[in-house]
């Protein structure tokens, strides 16, 4: 029994620690990812037209895939950090579906994922 919850208390730590790793590196993330962004700009439009329905965007990041979504689109975005999720909800400002934006709780993620995937949840 306490082995499971000191593994339990690792996990948790680990998931601080990179909260806090993407809560900084938010700031910089788009010039840090500049160099991939360059060929991803060309790919999103053409993996996001056909996307209809209801879509749970796990790791939204900074956000730059909102915008490609079709209007018919209701979009769940969430992210472990929420200074991605800051930026990420500027940037659905220019999106033409409907956002509802989570934030960083782990259960609320996987709820979301559980319930996306047909899960009845009681």
Not at 15 to 39: F, M
Request: net charge positive; charged share 30%.
């Amino acid at each position: 029994m306490v082995s499971q919850w000191n593994e339990k208390l690792k996990v948790a730590d680990k998931n601080i620690l990179l909260q806090a790793k993407y809560n900084i590196t938010a700031i910089y993330y788009d010039i840090l990812d500049y160099p991939w962004e360059r060929i991803y700009k060309k790919w999103r439009p053409e993996l996001l037209k056909d996307v209809r329905g209801k879509v749970l965007e796990a790791g939204v990041g900074t956000g730059r895939n909102l915008k490609h979504y079709h209007d018919s689109v209701e979009l769940v975005c969430v992210d472990i950090s929420d200074a991605m999720i800051n930026k990420a909800k500027k940037r659905a400002n220019n999106a033409h579906c409907r956002i509802k934006m989570g934030g960083k709780n782990e259960k609320v993620i996987v709820y979301g994922c559980l319930r996306f995937a047909g899960f009845r949840l009681l």
